[in-house]
């Protein structure tokens, strides 16, 4: 039953009765009374004899920002990042096999982001996702190959599982990866990943910056910022210690990043 709640997507956000019974195989009294539950628990509406998401969805966002166990360690680190940079700073989240956008800062500049949260962000591009996948372990990276290769090879990342595993150790040994107008093609994103006890990739922290401000910022200072970031916000996570995070401010700032 709760697999009604994944039909909703952006880009088919409003669904009728008809939509579920066909998609599901339901009969007419089966879908019915699937949805008039969902709708008594808030997590669907009824409006005009069309469906939507509920209130309950609202609600139930407002209590994973509150516990959220990377997002709170974070949020402060994105706005130090964001004043620093004028670049906006997005939070990437792996669920299992999506990558979601689970918080924005926005900047200075009038940027266009298409993915922002709650969106389901290409697992293969951007430099967020590309961040996340070369740190998954290498069973999950040859599954998701297996599953993907196509996509892998129009993202530029390998046509056969050596190239592929190629790419994400080059990054894994870079330890940030850059991005040039994959997803949005005005901007420019730096992504470090964020990894649990066990070095693997729970999520991503994203700069994204416009086309001019990055070619006249110190590239290479970017770099050490979003990792120093992200690993502050690993370590957060694993010790529970958000409170006592250092910041950014013993870094200098080059004259390039404005």
């Known amino acids: 039953m709760l697999g009604i709640l994944d039909l909703f997507t952006p880009a088919r956000p409003v669904l009728t009765v008809e939509d579920v019974v066909t998609e599901f195989g339901y009969s007419l009294p089966t879908g019915y009374r699937h949805i008039a539950e969902l709708c008594r628990a808030g997590l669907l509406s009824r409006v005009a004899g069309s469906l939507t998401l509920g209130p309950r969805i609202v609600e139930l966002d407002y209590v994973v920002r509150q516990g959220d166990p990377m997002l709170e360690p974070s949020q402060a680190l994105a706005r130090e990042l964001r004043?620093?940079?004028?670049?906006?700073?997005?939070?990437?989240?792996?669920?299992?096999?999506?990558?979601?956008?689970?918080?924005?800062?926005?900047?200075?500049?009038?940027?266009?982001?298409?993915?922002?949260?709650?969106?389901?962000?290409?697992?293969?591009?951007?430099?967020?996702?590309?961040?996340?996948?070369?740190?998954?372990?290498?069973?999950?990276?040859?599954?998701?190959?297996?599953?993907?290769?196509?996509?892998?090879?129009?993202?530029?990342?390998?046509?056969?599982?050596?190239?592929?595993?190629?790419?994400?150790?080059?990054?894994?040994?870079?330890?940030?990866?850059?991005?040039?107008?994959?997803?949005?093609?005005?901007?420019?994103?730096?992504?470090?990943?964020?990894?649990?006890?066990?070095?693997?990739?729970?999520?991503?922290?994203?700069?994204?910056?416009?086309?001019?401000?990055?070619?006249?910022?110190?590239?290479?200072?970017?770099a050490r910022m979003v990792t120093q970031a992200s690993q502050q916000i690993s370590t957060a996570m694993r010790t529970g210690q958000a409170g006592i995070l250092p910041g950014l401010r013993g870094m200098k700032q080059g004259r390039g990043n404005g």
């Not at 996702?129 to 599954?143: E, G, H, M, N």
């Open 83 to 222: 004043d620093r940079c004028g670049c906006d700073t997005l939070l990437l989240t792996l669920l299992g096999d999506r990558i979601i956008t689970t918080h924005h800062e926005r900047g200075s500049d009038p940027l266009t982001i298409s993915y922002s949260r709650g969106r389901p962000v290409p697992m293969f591009r951007g430099a967020g996702s590309k961040a996340i996948v070369a740190f998954l372990p290498l069973a999950k990276q040859r599954r998701l190959f297996a599953g993907s290769s196509q996509e892998i090879a129009a993202a530029g990342l390998g046509h056969d599982w050596p190239a592929f595993r190629a790419a994400m150790q080059a990054i894994r040994r870079e330890g940030t990866t850059t991005s040039i107008g994959e997803l949005d093609p005005p901007n420019i994103g730096v992504g470090a990943p964020i990894l649990d006890g066990a070095g693997m990739a729970v999520g991503s922290l994203v700069l994204v910056l416009s086309r001019p401000r990055y070619a006249i910022a110190d590239k290479a200072l970017l």
